[in-house]
């Protein structure tokens, strides 16, 4: 089973606009955490924002805002003012405990182009 | 500071020869990742290291795969023989011990893209 689901393979937007990418994840565990990863060109993935499953608040880092409902297992990041340096891959990612130890699962991403 | 180090950046080798990706890790970290990222896939675990030990190989295919992590530092990650569904990007990660943020971020090197004719 897809532990973590990108369901939009390609996004495109205008400068300037805001632009929402889905996550939708799937665990049993009652404390996990899930990030946003972007990865440009240059291959390196670079962390962008990190939600706990026990935080109250929706979490924010500069541009960047995660959408974290909990009910429905929903992790949407957030852009707001995007620039043509936001094109590049973006993953979610789960950090979840199998026998012990915590490891990160990764969804399929969401390439997101930014048209000026 | 530093970020984690990956070489080579691009290799291309024919089936069935050996292969071998390097991995310098962020000063201090201990625990170290090696990533498989297929094509338009996010990334896969293949092992962790906590110090010199690999405490989560389970996704590593031990038959023609093999990792080390000597003095706890530097990486290798060997392909041998090497086939061509292993064409792929080989993606390192570190992170710190007892990280003063609730979450362990890791950090990533740019990757090495291997391609096998």
């Known amino acids: 089973a897809q532990k973590i689901t990108q369901t939009q393979p390609g996004m495109f937007v205008q400068e300037k606009e805001a632009v929402t990418l889905d996550c939708t994840y799937d665990?049993?565990?009652?404390?996990?955490?899930l990030f946003w990863y972007k990865q440009p060109s240059s291959g390196e993935m670079i962390f962008l924002i990190y939600?706990?499953?026990?935080?109250?608040q929706n979490a924010t880092e500069g541009r960047y805002s995660l959408n974290f409902q909990k009910a429905r297992k929903s992790a949407n990041l957030v852009i707001s003012a995007s620039q043509l340096g936001d094109s590049a891959m973006y993953f979610c990612?789960?950090?979840?405990?199998?026998?012990?130890?915590?490891?990160?699962?990764f969804g399929q991403g969401t390439r997101l182009t930014i048209n000026p | 500071e530093a970020g984690v180090v990956q070489s080579p950046r691009y290799k291309i080798i024919e089936k069935k020869q050996p292969v071998a990706f390097w991995c310098n890790p962020i000063?201090?970290?201990?625990?170290l990742y090696w990533y498989l990222q297929n094509l338009g896939q996010g990334p896969e675990l293949l092992i962790r290291?906590?110090?010199?030990?690999?405490?989560?190989d389970s996704q590593l295919p031990k038959d023609r795969f093999s990792a080390e992590r000597l003095k706890g530092v530097d990486s290798t990650l060997k392909i041998q023989p090497a086939e061509l569904g292993d064409s792929a990007v080989y993606l390192c990660?570190?992170?710190?011990?007892?990280?003063?943020?609730?979450?362990?971020?890791?950090?990533f090197g740019p990757g090495t893209r291997l391609t096998v004719l």
């Open positions: 990660a570190s992170s710190p011990a007892g990280a003063p943020k609730p979450y362990n971020e890791q950090f």
């Open positions: 665990t049993s565990d009652p404390s996990y955490g």
């Open positions: 939600q706990g499953s026990y935080d109250q």
């Open positions: 990612a789960m950090r979840e405990s199998i026998q012990g130890a915590q490891k990160l699962v």
């Open positions: 000063s201090g970290h201990n625990t």
């Open positions: 290291y906590e110090n010199e030990e690999a405490v989560d």
